[in-house]
C-alpha cells in the first residue's frame, strides 16, 4: 500500500489545502487576463487558469479515495481565506503586479515545493500515475516561474512600488508560514518537518523583495 491507513485523513487534509489554493489560482488567474495588457500574457493567464481548475479536480478525486467520508468537510485554513482576502483586494483594485506576486510567486511557490516533496515520496514508493503527477508539478513550476519574470520586468522598468511592495511580500509570506504551521499534526503524521517547510517559504521570493 502506498499510503498506510492512519495517514489517509491527514494526507486527504493536506491536498484538502492544495484544492482550495487550486481554486483560488484558478479563479485569480482568469481576473488577471482581464487586467493583463498584452495578448501572450492573456493567453498564458487564461491557460493558467484551465489548469488550476484540472488540479483542484485531480486533488479531489485524491481526497475521494483516501477519505471519502471527509470530503467536503474538512475545513479551509483560516491564514488561507485571510490570503485570499488580500488577494482579491489588490484584484479589485486593478493592481495586477500584486496580484502576481501573491499568487504565482508566493502561493504558487508554496504549492510548488509541497508538491515536489509529495513527488518525492511517492516516487521512492512507485506510486502510480507517474505521468498526471509529473506534469501537474512542471505546470505550478511554470506559473511560478511565469510570476517570477513579470515581477523582475516590473523591477527594471520601474513599474512597481519597491517600498510598497516589499511590505505586502512580507504580508503574503507570513500567512504562508502560517498555513503551514497550521497544519503541523499533519505534516507529524507523515514524517515531515513543518517548521522547515515554513522555513523554505522565504525562498519563494526574489532577494530584492526581502528586507
Not at 474538512?74 to 506576486?101: H, K, M, N, Y
Request: charged content about 25%.
Amino acid at each position: 500500500m502506498i499510503v498506510r491507513p492512519h495517514e489517509h485523513v491527514p494526507i486527504a487534509r493536506l491536498l484538502t489545502f492544495l484544492m482550495h489554493g487550486e481554486h483560488m489560482a484558478a479563479e485569480c488567474a482568469r481576473r488577471q487576463a482581464v487586467l493583463a495588457s498584452d495578448a501572450g500574457t492573456r493567453r498564458f493567464l487564461n491557460n493558467q487558469a484551465s489548469q488550476e481548475t484540472m488540479h483542484a479536480y485531480v486533488f479531489k478525486g485524491a481526497i475521494a479515495w483516501l477519505a471519502p467520508r471527509h470530503l467536503g468537510a474538512l475545513p479551509v485554513l483560516t491564514a488561507l481565506e485571510q490570503f485570499r482576502s488580500l488577494l482579491c483586494e489588490a484584484l479589485d483594485r486593478g493592481d495586477l503586479i500584486e496580484s502576481i506576486l501573491a499568487e504565482q510567486v508566493v502561493l504558487e511557490g508554496l504549492g510548488e515545493t509541497i508538491l515536489t516533496r509529495i513527488e518525492q515520496g511517492l516516487h521512492k514508493r512507485a506510486a502510480p500515475f507517474g505521468r498526471i503527477r509529473r506534469m501537474l508539478l512542471l505546470q505550478e513550476e511554470a506559473h511560478h516561474a511565469f510570476g517570477l519574470r513579470l515581477l523582475e520586468r516590473a523591477m527594471a522598468e520601474n513599474a512597481l512600488n519597491l517600498k510598497a511592495m516589499r511590505g505586502r511580500a512580507q504580508e503574503y509570506l507570513g500567512l504562508c508560514e502560517a498555513m503551514v504551521l497550521a497544519l503541523c499534526d499533519v505534516f507529524d503524521t507523515i514524517d515531515e518537518d513543518a517548521t522547515a517547510w515554513a522555513a523554505d517559504v522565504r525562498t519563494f521570493v526574489p532577494t530584492w523583495l526581502t528586507p
